[in-house]
């Protein structure tokens, strides 16, 4: 529920969505959802020529349960809040 | 799933294949429902869509589902069409020469990499001991 919230305060961001099969998109986070999948706008795929057929796709849905990293922006991140946040879970569970 | 519109989908799968097509449903669990489902299969600069139907997909396969923006050029235009039988010659031999490229490959690295992975897993630990220190568990 933490990062739920988390990524709902982060919509309308440019992220970079890192996944397990190693592709990497960037985009701006449209939407997210309890699983944690994540809709992106705007798609570019990093490194596009070892992508092809991800050329024209510029919108897309990224199952939460693919997904390795999500890259922010440090501007976008308050890292005192997060820790306090976390550790408040932590311990409430 | 009304995100969607009429419009045709990629979706990538957890096995690498790309699937193309219509989607006609979708549920909490990323199952779905492509009609007129293709799958693009590349190899190197050659492609083939092969022709699939009606195809169900289980959420737990599905990487990505992207929209495919008509305006734009799906492939890159150095990018040739091959036949079906083609592409599947082409699959099994790319398949082979980089199975014999990555069994070379471990062999030659397997002695430093045992060394190399012990040496990972412990300086993985110390620093994630370092990073949970904010959360003053003990």
């Not at chain 2, 449903?25 to 799958?39: H, I, K, R, T, Y």
């Not at chain 2, 992207?66 to 079906?84: C, K, N, T, Y």
């Amino acid at each position: 529920q933490l990062f739920f919230s988390y990524f709902k305060d982060l919509v309308g961001r440019e992220v970079t969505v890192e996944l397990k099969n190693d592709l990497a998109i960037r985009g701006t986070l449209h939407s997210v959802d309890q699983y944690l999948n994540i809709k992106l706008e705007n798609t570019r795929v990093v490194d596009q020529d070892k992508y092809p057929h991800m050329l024209s796709v510029r919108n897309c849905f990224i199952r939460g349960s693919v997904v390795r990293y999500v890259q922010l922006p440090p501007e976008g991140v308050d890292v005192e809040l997060l820790h306090d946040a976390t550790r408040r879970e932590a311990r409430g569970g | 799933m009304k995100d969607f519109g009429p419009k045709k989908l990629l979706v990538l799968l957890r096995d690498g294949r790309k699937l193309m097509g219509i989607l006609r449903s979708f549920d909490q669990f990323a199952n779905a429902v492509l009609e007129g489902a293709c799958e693009r299969v590349i190899v190197g600069d050659l492609y083939c869509d092969i022709p699939l139907g009606l195809y169900v997909i289980r959420g737990e396969n599905v990487v990505l589902i992207g929209e495919l923006d008509m305006e734009r050029e799906e492939l890159p235009p150095h990018m040739i069409p091959v036949s079906a039988a083609d592409i599947k010659r082409l699959c099994s031999f790319f398949i082979c020469t980089s199975t014999i490229f990555v069994r070379l490959v471990c062999l030659v690295s397997m002695g430093k990499e045992a060394q190399k992975a012990e040496r990972d897993a412990t300086d993985l630990k110390g620093s994630m001991r370092r990073r949970m220190e904010f959360l003053d568990m003990d």
